[in-house]
């Protein structure tokens, strides 16, 4: 029977941390130098984040602030309301270049 080792908190807020990092970046960076070029970049980016806000959020032992809370929780109803748009082409690389797409007020948390 395997069991499940506790992860250490800083190395889920380093994780956190990488994966707005990641939204931050430029497209250039985010298309090269983030994730493999097998993968959605876009989705990846969506999924890493939402993967450490989930295990930030719900946590008190990690004790955030009310703006770090409010913050993160901007970026994730951004996100998901993207994600429920329907809209493919929000989910291209193409669509994280334009300056005129949803991905630019995902990145500030807007």
């Known amino acids: 029977m395997s069991t499940i080792e506790p992860i250490d908190p800083e190395v889920v807020?380093?994780?956190?941390?990488?994966?707005?990092?990641?939204?931050?970046?430029?497209?250039?960076?985010?298309?090269?130098?983030?994730?493999?070029?097998?993968?959605?970049?876009?989705?990846?980016?969506?999924?890493?984040f939402d993967n450490w806000f989930g295990a930030v959020i719900h946590n008190p032992a990690f004790n955030l602030t009310e703006l770090q809370r409010s913050a993160l929780s901007a970026i994730d109803s951004k996100l998901d309301a993207m994600s429920s748009l329907k809209n493919p082409d929000l989910w291209t690389e193409e669509a994280l270049a334009k300056d005129e797409c949803a991905w630019p007020d995902a990145y500030v948390g807007q």
């Open 13 to 48: 807020l380093t994780r956190l941390k990488c994966s707005l990092q990641g939204l931050a970046a430029d497209s250039f960076t985010q298309s090269t130098a983030i994730f493999p070029s097998f993968v959605v970049i876009a989705d990846e980016l969506a999924l890493d």
